[in-house]
């Protein structure tokens, strides 16, 4: 099964950023890799705790040509906290600039239970 991808300006200075947003008052971890074009050399580029129902933004700091056909990959815990709520929500969005990317939003909600793991990734398109 093929990642899904994103659509980006190879051309435009504004810069690539990733939006992680763990909601409804849980628990949440995130990761976030780029994996080179080839698939081998994986490179961390933000990670943190979000709990306060407002997006983690992580830019990223070369020019936006550079990662094209490269693999964004990210890796979400979400836990129930003690007074919090039983349902969670979460959104990777990936945009330019002050621009959401085409086929660059991804959601889930749902039950948490004890707790979800959310493991997933998209490849970047340069156009």
Known sequence: MALPT????????????????????????????????????????????????LPDTIKLPNAPATYDGQTL???IDAAPLPNGDTTYSVRVRVRQGENDLPGGTF?????????????????????
Not at 12 to 39: C, H, K, P, T
Not at 107 to 127: M, Y
Request: glycine share 20%; hydrophobic share 40%.
């Open 6 to 53: 994103i659509q980006f300006s190879k051309a435009s200075a504004s810069v690539l950023q990733v939006d992680v947003l763990i909601g409804n008052l849980v628990y949440g971890y995130y990761e976030l890799f780029l994996w080179d074009r080839g698939g081998t050399v994986q490179t961390k580029i933000g990670g943190g705790v979000n709990n306060d129902d």
């Open 73 to 75: 990959q990210w890796r």
């Open 107 to 127: 959601s889930w909600g749902g039950d948490l239970g004890d707790g979800k793991e959310i493991v997933g990734g998209a490849v970047l398109v340069g156009k």
